[in-house]
C-alpha cells in the first residue's frame, strides 16, 4: 500500500461512506419535515413524512450495502479507490450523488415548489459539509502510523503526529464556528434594559469582547505551551472551552452568557497557539511551510462547515441544543489531542519574550503603522463587524432562517478556498504583496456598497462574496509585507517578536468591528452600519495604495534605509 494510502480501504471506505449517508438521510428528513409541516396539515404530514422517511433510509441502506458488497468483492477495486485520499472521497461522492439521485423524485412529487427549493438548498449544502468531513477524515486515517518498529516506537512521524493535531484542532474550530450564524440573535434573547447600553450595542459585546480576550490571553498561551509543551497545555486549555459552550447554552442573562463566552476565549486563545507550536515542534524545518498549511486548512474547513451546519442544527434544535453540540466537540477535541498526540516537553526557546518596548518601536516605522491601519486592523474589522455581526443581523431581519444565514456566509469561505493558495503563488512569483493587498482592500470596501444597489438579501450576498475575495487577495501578503516593511526591526528584535506585535495591534480590529457596527447600527440603522463599513473600507483601501503602490521611492528607500542598517 503507498505511504499516502487510506488505512484499511476494504473496511474505512464502506464504514465511512454509511456514516454520511445516513447522517445525510436524517438531516435532511428533518428539514423536510419542518418544511411539509408548514405547509400541509399534521394527520397529513406525518403520513407523508413516514413514506418520506422510509424512502430515504432505504436508499441509504442499499447504497451502503453495494458500497460493502464491492469492497468484499472486489478488493483491488478497494485499494485503488483507496490509494490516495482524493480518490476515497471521489467514491464517498459518487455514493452521495447515487443517493441524492434515489431519494430527489419522492421529495419533488410531495413539496410545494418554494419548499423544495429550501429542502435542496439545505440538502447541497450538506453534501458539501459532509465531503469536508468526509475528507478530514480520510486525510487522519492517511497519515496514521503503519506499525513502527519497536526501535522507533518513541519517535512518531511527523506526517501522523501534524495529522493528529489538524484532527483535534479542527474538532475544536468547527465547535467554535457552529454559533457563527446565530450569535447576535441568541444574544438578543437573553438582552434585558441596561441604563445607557442599547440592544443593538450589546448584542455586537459579546463577539467584541471574545476578540479582546484571545488577544490578551494569547501571550500567555504560548508561554504555557513553550514551558509545559503543546500537548499538555492543550488538554488543559481546551476544558475552559468545554464549559464555556456548556454555560453558553444554559446562560439565563447577558452577563452569564459574557461569562462563559470568556472562557471559550480562553480556550480558543491556547488551542491556537498551541496548535501552532506543536506543529513547529513536529515538523522539520524543510517541511514547516506544508505543516503550516494544515494548520490553516483545519481553520478554514472548520469554517465553511460550521457555519452553515450549526445554522441547520439552530433550526432544528434551537440554539442551546447548538451549543450544546459545540460542548460535545470540544470534548472531542480534547480527546483527540489525548489519543493522537505524542507527549512533548517544554522547552526554553531562545528567543527573547515580548517586550512592550517593542511596540513603540513598531509604531516609529510609519510603514509599518500604514500596513497595520490601512490594510490588516480594517481585514479584521470587516471580518468581525461586517461578517460576523451585521450579516447575521441583515439576513435575520430579511427573512432568512440561521441555516438559510449560515448558507449564505458559506459564501465567503468557500471563495478563500478557491482563490487563496492561487493568488499566494501568483503573489509570491511576482513579489507584489503590496498590490494584492491593496486591490484587496478596495475590493472588500466597493463590494460591501452592494448594499446601496438592493438592500435585500442580493446586496448582503454580494457583500459577502467581495469580501471573500478581499480576503483570499490580502490575508496572506499581509504577512508577507510586515518583514519587507520592518526589516530593521527584524534584525533587532527579531522576527517572532515582530510579528507578536502585529497580531497584537491588529486584533484591534477584531476586537473594533462589532462595537463600531453596532454603535452605528444603534445611531442610523443596519443598512447604515453596512455602509459605514463599505466606505471605510474603501477610503483605508485607497491610502494604503497611496502608502504602498503610488510612491515607490519611498518603499525603495525605506528598504535600502533599513538594508543598510541591518548588521
Same mark, same amino acid.
Given at each position: 500500500?503507498?505511504?499516502?494510502?487510506?488505512?484499511?480501504?476494504?473496511?474505512?471506505?464502506?464504514?465511512?461512506?454509511?456514516?454520511?449517508?445516513?447522517?445525510?438521510?436524517?438531516?435532511?428528513?428533518?428539514?423536510?419535515?419542518?418544511?411539509?409541516?408548514?405547509?400541509?396539515?399534521?394527520?397529513?404530514?406525518?403520513?407523508?413524512?413516514?413514506?418520506?422517511?422510509?424512502?430515504?433510509?432505504?436508499?441509504?441502506?442499499?447504497?451502503?450495502?453495494?458500497?460493502?458488497?464491492?469492497?468484499?468483492?472486489?478488493?483491488?477495486?478497494?485499494?485503488?479507490?483507496?490509494?490516495?485520499?482524493?480518490?476515497?472521497?471521489?467514491?464517498?461522492?459518487?455514493?452521495?450523488?447515487?443517493?441524492?439521485?434515489?431519494?430527489?423524485?419522492?421529495?419533488?412529487?410531495?413539496?410545494?415548489?418554494?419548499?423544495?427549493?429550501?429542502?435542496?438548498?439545505?440538502?447541497?449544502?450538506?453534501?458539501?459539509?459532509?465531503?469536508?468531513?468526509?475528507?478530514?477524515?480520510?486525510?487522519?486515517?492517511?497519515?496514521?502510523?503503519?506499525?513502527?518498529?519497536?526501535?522507533?516506537?518513541?519517535?512518531?512521524?511527523?506526517?501522523?503526529?501534524?495529522?493528529?493535531?489538524?484532527?483535534?484542532?479542527?474538532?475544536?474550530?468547527?465547535?467554535?464556528?457552529?454559533?457563527?450564524?446565530?450569535?447576535?440573535?441568541?444574544?438578543?434573547?437573553?438582552?434585558?434594559?441596561?441604563?445607557?447600553?442599547?440592544?443593538?450595542?450589546?448584542?455586537?459585546?459579546?463577539?467584541?469582547?471574545?476578540?479582546?480576550?484571545?488577544?490578551?490571553?494569547?501571550?500567555?498561551?504560548?508561554?504555557?505551551?513553550?514551558?509545559?509543551?503543546?500537548?499538555?497545555?492543550?488538554?488543559?486549555?481546551?476544558?475552559?472551552?468545554?464549559?464555556?459552550?456548556?454555560?453558553?447554552?444554559?446562560?439565563?442573562?447577558?452577563?452569564?452568557?459574557?461569562?462563559?463566552?470568556?472562557?471559550?476565549?480562553?480556550?480558543?486563545?491556547?488551542?491556537?497557539?498551541?496548535?501552532?507550536?506543536?506543529?513547529?515542534?513536529?515538523?522539520?524545518?524543510?517541511?514547516?511551510?506544508?505543516?503550516?498549511?494544515?494548520?490553516?486548512?483545519?481553520?478554514?474547513?472548520?469554517?465553511?462547515?460550521?457555519?452553515?451546519?450549526?445554522?441547520?442544527?439552530?433550526?432544528?434544535?434551537?440554539?442551546?441544543?447548538?451549543?450544546?453540540?459545540?460542548?460535545?466537540?470540544?470534548?472531542?477535541?480534547?480527546?483527540?489531542?489525548?489519543?493522537?498526540?505524542?507527549?512533548?516537553?517544554?522547552?526554553?526557546?531562545?528567543?527573547?519574550?515580548?517586550?512592550?518596548?517593542?511596540?513603540?518601536?513598531?509604531?516609529?516605522?510609519?510603514?509599518?503603522?500604514?500596513?497595520?491601519?490601512?490594510?490588516?486592523?480594517?481585514?479584521?474589522?470587516?471580518?468581525?463587524?461586517?461578517?460576523?455581526?451585521?450579516?447575521?443581523?441583515?439576513?435575520?431581519?430579511?427573512?432568512?432562517?440561521?441555516?438559510?444565514?449560515?448558507?449564505?456566509?458559506?459564501?465567503?469561505?468557500?471563495?478563500?478556498?478557491?482563490?487563496?493558495?492561487?493568488?499566494?503563488?501568483? #503573489? &509570491? @512569483?511576482? *513579489?507584489?504583496? %503590496?498590490?494584492?493587498?491593496?486591490? +484587496? !482592500? $478596495?475590493?472588500?470596501?466597493? /463590494? =460591501?456598497?452592494?448594499?446601496?444597489?438592493?438592500?435585500?438579501?442580493?446586496?448582503?450576498?454580494?457583500?459577502?462574496?467581495?469580501?471573500?475575495?478581499?480576503?483570499?487577495?490580502?490575508?496572506?501578503?499581509?504577512?508577507?509585507?510586515?518583514?519587507?516593511?520592518?526589516?530593521?526591526?527584524?534584525?533587532?528584535?527579531?522576527?517572532?517578536?515582530?510579528?507578536?506585535?502585529?497580531?497584537?495591534?491588529?486584533?484591534?480590529?477584531?476586537?473594533?468591528?462589532?462595537?463600531?457596527?453596532?454603535?452605528? #447600527? &444603534? @445611531?442610523? *440603522?443596519?443598512? %447604515?452600519?453596512?455602509?459605514?463599513? +463599505? !466606505? $471605510?473600507?474603501?477610503?483605508? /483601501? =485607497?491610502?494604503?495604495?497611496?502608502?504602498?503602490?503610488?510612491?515607490?521611492?519611498?518603499?525603495?528607500?525605506?528598504?535600502?534605509?533599513?538594508?543598510?542598517?541591518?548588521?
Amino acid at each position: 500500500m503507498q505511504p499516502n494510502s487510506v488505512a484499511r480501504p476494504r473496511v474505512t471506505l464502506p464504514v465511512i461512506t454509511a456514516i454520511s449517508l445516513f447522517t445525510l438521510s436524517l438531516l435532511v428528513c428533518a428539514k423536510f419535515y419542518a418544511n411539509f409541516t408548514s405547509t400541509i396539515q399534521f394527520d397529513a404530514a406525518q403520513v407523508v413524512l413516514g413514506a418520506v422517511r422510509d424512502r430515504l433510509m432505504t436508499v441509504a441502506a442499499v447504497v451502503s450495502a453495494v458500497v460493502a458488497l464491492l469492497a468484499l468483492w472486489a478488493p483491488a477495486l478497494s485499494r485503488a479507490a483507496g490509494a490516495t485520499p482524493l480518490r476515497a472521497i471521489m467514491m464517498v461522492t459518487t455514493a452521495l450523488i447515487a443517493f441524492t439521485a434515489g431519494v430527489l423524485p419522492q421529495l419533488t412529487s410531495v413539496l410545494p415548489a418554494e419548499s423544495l427549493r429550501g429542502v435542496l438548498y439545505d440538502g447541497a449544502v450538506l453534501l458539501l459539509v459532509s465531503l469536508l468531513l468526509v475528507f478530514e477524515a480520510l486525510l487522519l486515517l492517511a497519515a496514521a502510523p503503519r506499525r513502527p518498529a519497536p526501535a522507533s516506537a518513541s519517535a512518531p512521524e511527523p506526517a501522523s503526529a501534524v495529522a493528529g493535531m489538524r484532527a483535534a484542532l479542527f474538532l475544536f474550530m468547527l465547535a467554535e464556528e457552529l454559533s457563527r450564524s446565530f450569535l447576535p440573535l441568541y444574544t438578543r434573547e437573553l438582552y434585558t434594559p441596561v441604563s445607557g447600553l442599547s440592544e443593538t450595542l450589546m448584542m455586537g459585546l459579546p463577539i467584541g469582547l471574545f476578540m479582546a480576550l484571545v488577544a490578551v490571553f494569547t501571550p500567555f498561551a504560548g508561554a504555557w505551551a513553550d514551558r509545559f509543551g503543546s500537548r499538555r497545555t492543550l488538554l488543559l486549555g481546551t476544558l475552559p472551552a468545554v464549559a464555556g459552550f456548556a454555560g453558553t447554552a444554559l446562560a439565563g442573562s447577558l452577563a452569564e452568557l459574557l461569562l462563559w463566552r470568556s472562557a471559550c476565549a480562553l480556550g480558543y486563545a491556547v488551542m491556537f497557539i498551541g496548535a501552532q507550536g506543536f506543529i513547529a515542534r513536529n515538523t522539520p524545518a524543510g517541511q514547516r511551510a506544508r505543516g503550516m498549511a494544515q494548520f490553516v486548512a483545519a481553520v478554514v474547513v472548520a469554517g465553511l462547515c460550521g457555519a452553515p451546519l450549526g445554522g441547520i442544527l439552530a433550526d432544528l434544535l434551537g440554539y442551546r441544543a447548538t451549543f450544546a453540540a459545540s460542548a460535545l466537540l470540544a470534548l472531542a477535541a480534547a480527546v483527540a489531542a489525548a489519543v493522537l498526540l505524542p507527549a512533548d516537553r517544554g522547552e526554553r526557546v531562545q528567543n527573547r519574550g515580548f517586550r512592550l518596548g517593542d511596540v513603540g518601536g513598531l509604531l516609529a516605522n510609519p510603514r509599518f503603522v500604514a500596513l497595520l491601519l490601512f490594510s490588516s486592523v480594517p481585514t479584521k474589522l470587516m471580518l468581525t463587524g461586517y461578517l460576523f455581526y451585521l450579516v447575521p443581523v441583515s439576513l435575520h431581519a430579511a427573512g432568512e432562517t440561521p441555516a438559510g444565514i449560515g448558507r449564505l456566509m458559506m459564501t465567503y469561505g468557500l471563495i478563500i478556498v478557491l482563490l487563496g493558495p492561487w493568488v499566494s503563488r501568483l #503573489a &509570491d @512569483r511576482t *513579489g507584489r504583496h %503590496a498590490l494584492f493587498a491593496g486591490i +484587496g !482592500g $478596495l475590493v472588500g470596501g466597493a /463590494g =460591501t456598497l452592494a448594499i446601496l444597489q438592493d438592500a435585500g438579501v442580493p446586496g448582503i450576498l454580494a457583500g459577502i462574496a467581495a469580501l471573500g475575495v478581499a480576503h483570499a487577495l490580502n490575508n496572506a501578503t499581509q504577512l508577507a509585507l510586515v518583514p519587507e516593511v520592518c526589516r530593521t526591526e527584524c534584525a533587532r528584535m527579531g522576527e517572532s517578536s515582530v510579528f507578536a506585535v502585529y497580531r497584537l495591534l491588529e486584533r484591534g480590529g477584531s476586537v473594533a468591528g462589532p462595537l463600531l457596527a453596532a454603535a452605528v #447600527a &444603534d @445611531r442610523f *440603522g443596519t443598512q %447604515a452600519a453596512l455602509v459605514t463599513l +463599505g !466606505g $471605510l473600507g474603501m477610503l483605508c /483601501g =485607497t491610502a494604503f495604495c497611496a502608502v504602498f503602490l503610488l510612491a515607490p521611492a519611498a518603499a525603495s528607500a525605506s528598504r535600502t534605509a533599513g538594508e543598510g542598517a541591518a548588521p
